[in-house]
């Protein structure tokens, strides 16, 4: 059986305080019984994750991005080694922003995925086609590419540790989610890929999230998807009363 996970993406938002709150909050919500085989996640800014690890017992803590390289002389970067000594289990890498705004391709994101199985962290893997793509019927050919280029130099037994997100570009931060139909024909095609190369068990175990303006109000109907396997949630997770509703919409 796959896992159900709903993760909450932080963005480059909250302050160190309004962080450890909302954190307490999905906690809070969390320690009073998680919707039944439900993972949640919270991925804050790097800054919080030593004092939001120490708050969280019930809820898993993600970050948002690693280095490429395991230690040196990368002013900036923070490695998947530290990331795992500040409390993280899970890091969100090839979100589009990073690909679109720091220039993350596939053979980045490949030196990322070395980094995050060695340190025994949980790769949560984005993909997904921007609106021209989409447009122009494009967007089954670029999202089997993102995902050929990074998954299928892994092993099975590493692939197992992944999570993919499923992120249409023009659905994120825009209001525009994708509709469930939408949805489960890219989640059913990546599985169908997945399937492909790494065997029907693996492509069955693969739980794969879907991402872009997903909020209270329609995350049923995406999750009530058979290839949907829960969400990973940007503006709607700031907000914990909207984030557990989005956990209890299985
Ligand atoms: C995201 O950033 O991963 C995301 C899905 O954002 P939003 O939910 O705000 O569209």
């Given at each position: 059986m796959r896992k159900k996970i709903v993760a909450g993406?932080?963005?480059?938002?909250?302050s160190p305080q309004e962080g450890l709150a909302l954190a307490k909050a999905v906690e809070a919500k969390a320690s009073h019984g998680l919707p039944q085989g439900v993972e949640l996640v919270v991925a804050p800014p790097f800054t919080h994750l030593s004092a939001v690890a120490a708050v969280l017992s019930k809820v898993g803590l993600s970050a948002q991005n690693c280095a490429?390289?395991?230690?040196?002389?990368?002013?900036?970067e923070v490695s998947a080694s530290m990331l795992k000594q500040a409390g993280a289990g899970y890091v969100i890498i090839g979100h589009s922003e990073r690909r679109s705004y720091?220039?993350?391709t596939d053979q980045s994101l490949s030196l990322k995925m070395a980094q995050l199985l060695k340190n025994g962290l949980t790769p949560i893997f984005c993909c997904g086609e921007v609106l021209d793509e989409r447009e122009s019927g494009k967007h089954f050919e670029v999202v089997e590419a993102q995902v050929a280029n990074v998954l299928?130099?892994?092993s099975e037994e590493d692939f197992r540790k992944v999570v993919i997100a499923y992120e249409p570009v023009w659905a994120i931060g825009t209001g525009r989610t994708a509709s469930p139909e939408q949805a489960q024909e890219m989640h059913a095609a990546i599985r169908g890929w997945l399937r492909g190369h790494f065997g029907d068990s693996a492509a069955a175990d693969c739980a794969i999230l879907y991402g872009g303006s997903c909020k209270a109000s329609n995350a049923q109907e995406l999750f009530a998807?058979?290839?949907?396997?829960g969400g990973l949630i940007g503006?709607?997770?700031?907000?914990a009363d909207e984030f557990w509703a989005i956990a209890n919409s299985f």
């Open positions: 993406n932080w963005k480059m938002n909250t490429t390289h395991d230690s040196g002389a990368y002013t900036g720091y220039g993350e299928f130099q892994l998807n058979p290839d949907v396997d503006g709607a997770s700031l907000n």
